[in-house]
């Protein structure tokens, strides 16, 4: 994808000024998306041939330890009833049962990543708030068991049932209805596809605050109930701050209007925002106001190879005073992933020559010319300053999106050599690349990494959003092996705790990390979530043997 | 302050390019802080000579309705006792339970406006968050009302007293702890004023993600718990998605220790939410981790009229297109305003002519020369597209500072006239003028307002932060009068309900706004507020009396 001949090389190496290449000007790329990031965090090894089943092994399976709590009552046929006489029309309900209708329920009850699989009979489809309030009080009244369900593109088990949960799916209430033009909010159904949502906002002259691998698929209802992070929250800020307004179904069927519009409404407790990464545990999202806004004209991206972790930081410093407003993202990969993504993808590397650390800026601002010229400044700078080595600057949206694909690649071809062990984890900034530096030693003294086919452990790389201290740990094996496993935890949830780091930056709880939290959340904390949750949701019928 | 001589004219009529104008380029400023906006919200009549009183009329003499609760205990010699030797030295416990120390207590009983006095005879000045628990716990167990207290500079009497609530002051709380130069994260506590912590990271080249007026008094720990908004909202967002983590203490004494540095961590309820715009009264903020953004080397100001509310609408369009992330703040003033500044300060206006509306922005960005290339091109857009008719732009800082004065001037020169009915208020845009216009138009049919003396109101006036939908109506009378309150209330409330906006935009709730939440809040939603409340404070001893 990435070849030479696609790039202008504008840095070559220390002391040789920008102003000496000529004719290096870019044309800058106008109203390009950011590119996508597939990142992803899977707790446990993941090994391509289980990556490709048809069918996950149920996750009470995988998790042995796990019973279906007795407490919850069980579908009957008078329950399926009032469902279809709720919601109406077929395709609102799938009903399974009475036995049958496994290829309709399977891709409700198991993740895309066919990690989970839960062994959920009915699916129901509300079409309004009304319906998800009259479902809810039902189930809270009969004490049966629900997971909600958005796009089900979630990366920790938080959209699947685990055992006969009812799922509650919002992909029929999906309409956008209304748009400020002038304040930029955005007023949706929670079921709302993020990238049609960015989509609708892109003719406006507009952009979602947030962006993700899975636009196409996940909802926005689901990007708030997890709290996604995603490429844009450097620029943006996170949905605490662009989540301005909220309905929501809470387990008795209480419907909470909190739709308001406004950047501004200091009358109370901010109740939304325990809604906002609460994983579908105390209450449905069915509404969204989300300030939206305005989108750049012009995009830039530059890659360049640095000495060391040191020097990132450095240039990360650098990248934020001298492009401040504009800069949008700061990618960090070691070279290890850089050397795997060039020997699977078999295409030249974006730059010649071996480089300890690369980086992976990109600017977004209303005007190309002068972003451009920061852009060119900034470069300059660090080079003259032997901050960075060498680097290159995407000529035109072409190589902007071959750069952004270079980087993204790196989680897919990590995974060809057998398994990876993923760790998705904020971590200060200056320890930041310790943690795949002593989880390298750690491996190392145990005996289990090398070149050899004897050793399971092939690679510990690292690479991530280091613009928001966000580490993507890939522990890379040849084999499953017990020893990893052991090696690894709870070293790495210790070595973590010992850095007041964060067990899960972005992709939440759900199943995978439940038995965790303690590692970034003090006991205190904890049980005054739990006292949040036994509030809101005294029956517990709300996405059940997840979360805290 | 603004004279003529000291503004360059850059746009002088429609369909004059900028281009004409010659030599007019501007020397940008450099490292200047925004200016500051004193705009208060006094709800009801504040006449100029009660300003100026020496002692404010007791709280519970304006408001006869309340009484003080007798399931609050009485301060005994044993508790008072308990607190000295808990606190030790004597400037952590100001003694007035005996008699007397009326001039020692009388900066903690009463606001700074002179609008609310509470009587209360202790205050408590913690030195660390275990005093903090201790004091609580204590109070907690005897059913001891207190009210926190940070710098005392809020305006809706939500940081005194209103009978005997015990005082605890924060301020001895005041050290800064850390700061990641690399991620801009800075831990402080809570009793930190604004101002020194803005200071601190002007120094290292970062800037606090909020400003306002009472910045050289007000506690960092004050504006989360009041959720200030203030001058930067527009540019950096709100506190929900600035402070990263929090310490605080609940009326148990518990310490809920949530001291994250990272900006992304996904691991369970974000409690700390609610103590954001929780106005002290489920618990006191201890310590705040604070997401601070690089403090902009260049800062422009643009001054200019326009025709009507439309034209002004499209004018912030327009600013959001084409300045983009660089622009920091965009006011609106209607012209009234404008005639009533220069009448009472005798200078200049900044522009000649009449124009119905006037609006400043100002932009803050990396680079100098490519903000003020950005504001020259906005402007001569919008004069050649006639949104705008007239407009200056401020040469160098000292400039700057004279047109933020003239807008801060507003609210000090609408009270001369005698007193002024103020609503500080969030309305969607496309309708926040019209109740300027409403209120003129139901004053004019009760025959209250004119320019003879038998008229109770002299003027109904609008201006605020556009940018946040947030608008100052401002009411300026001869004299009290019932008439004009009955015409107000509950006509301006009822009007924001019915456009959804929001009765208190940024200065919360307290004791001024406490009965009339339900214009911006459904019963739902502040029944489970309530129910927030009763969790975390059963005794209710949190600052009794205000919020909901």
Chains 1, 2 share one sequence.
Not at 256 to 261: E, G, I, P, R, Y
Not at 322 to 342: K, P
Not at 381 to 400: F, H, P, R, S, W
Request: glycine share 10%.
């Amino acid at each position: 994808m990435v070849t030479r001949s696609r790039l202008v090389r504008v840095l070559q190496s220390p002391g040789r000024r920008m102003g000496a290449i000529g004719g290096a000007r870019l044309v800058p790329c106008h109203a390009i998306s950011p590119a996508r990031c597939f990142a992803t965090s899977v707790p446990r090894l993941l090994s391509q041939s289980q990556a490709v089943q048809h069918l996950a092994r149920l996750t009470s399976e995988t998790y042995p330890g796990l019973a279906r709590d007795a407490k919850y009552a069980s579908l009957t046929a008078d329950d399926v009833a009032y469902f279809k006489n709720l919601l109406g029309g077929e395709q609102a309900v799938i009903d399974g049962t009475t036995g049958g209708a496994e290829d309709d329920l399977k891709p409700f009850n198991e993740d895309w990543m066919h990690k989970y699989r839960g062994q959920g009979r009915l699916v129901l489809k509300p079409g309004s708030t009304e319906d998800v309030s009259q479902i809810l009080k039902y189930c809270n009244d009969r004490k049966l068991a629900v997971v909600p369900q958005g796009g089900n593109t979630g990366l920790v088990g938080g959209s699947v049932p685990i055992f006969d949960e009812i799922i509650i799916n919002m992909s029929r209430m999906n309409q956008i209805h209304s748009f400020d033009e002038v304040s930029g909010s955005l007023v949706l159904d929670a079921g709302c596809i993020l990238e049609v949502a960015d989509q609708y906002l892109a003719e406006r002259g507009y952009i979602f605050p947030l962006d993700l691998g899975a636009k196409g698929s996940c909802h926005v209802g689901g990007t708030v109930a997890t709290n996604a992070g995603g490429l844009r929250l450097l620029r943006y800020g996170s949905l605490h701050g662009n989540v301005l307004g909220m309905e929501a179904v809470l387990p008795d069927g209480t419907v909470m209007n909190d739709l308001c519009a406004l950047r501004k409404n200091n009358t109370g407790y901010d109740l939304k925002q325990l809604f906002i990464g609460g994983e579908g545990t105390i209450g449905i999202i069915t509404k969204l106001v989300i300030q939206c806004p305005q989108r750049s004209a012009a995009v830039n991206v530059a890659y360049f190879g640095l000495e060391s972790y040191e020097k990132a930081q450095l240039a990360f410093r650098e990248a934020k005073k001298q492009l401040g407003e504009i800069l949008s993202a700061f990618e960090l990969m070691d070279s290890r992933t850089q050397q795997i993504v060039h020997k699977i993808k078999g295409e030249e590397r974006p730059l010649e020559g071996e480089h300890p650390f690369y980086c992976l800026i990109e600017t977004s601002g209303s005007n190309g010319d002068h972003d451009y010229e920061k852009l060119e400044k900034f470069l300059e700078d660090v080079l003259t300053k032997e901050i960075v080595v060498d680097g290159v600057v995407a000529q035109g949206e072409g190589q902007a999106k071959a750069l952004w694909s270079w980087r993204e690649s790196i989680t897919e071809c990590i995974g060809h050599g057998g398994g990876v062990y993923k760790y998705d984890v904020s971590i200060p900034l200056a320890e930041m690349y310790s943690l795949v530096e002593d989880v390298k030693a750690r491996m190392g003294e145990a005996g289990l990494i090398g070149e050899t086919e004897e050793h399971p452990v092939s690679a510990v790389v690292g690479y991530g959003h280091m613009g928001d201290s966000n580490l993507h740990l890939n522990v890379a094996v040849r084999r499953y092996d017990a020893k990893v496993e052991e090696a690894l935890e709870p070293f790495v949830y210790e070595w973590i705790e010992k850095r007041n780091g964060s067990i899960s930056a972005e992709h939440g709880l759900g199943l995978a990390k439940k038995k965790y939290v303690q590692y970034s959340r003090n006991e205190t904390v904890i049980g005054l979530m739990k006292q949040i949750k036994k509030l809101y949701d005294p029956n517990g019928i709300m996405n059940p043997y997840k979360y805290i």
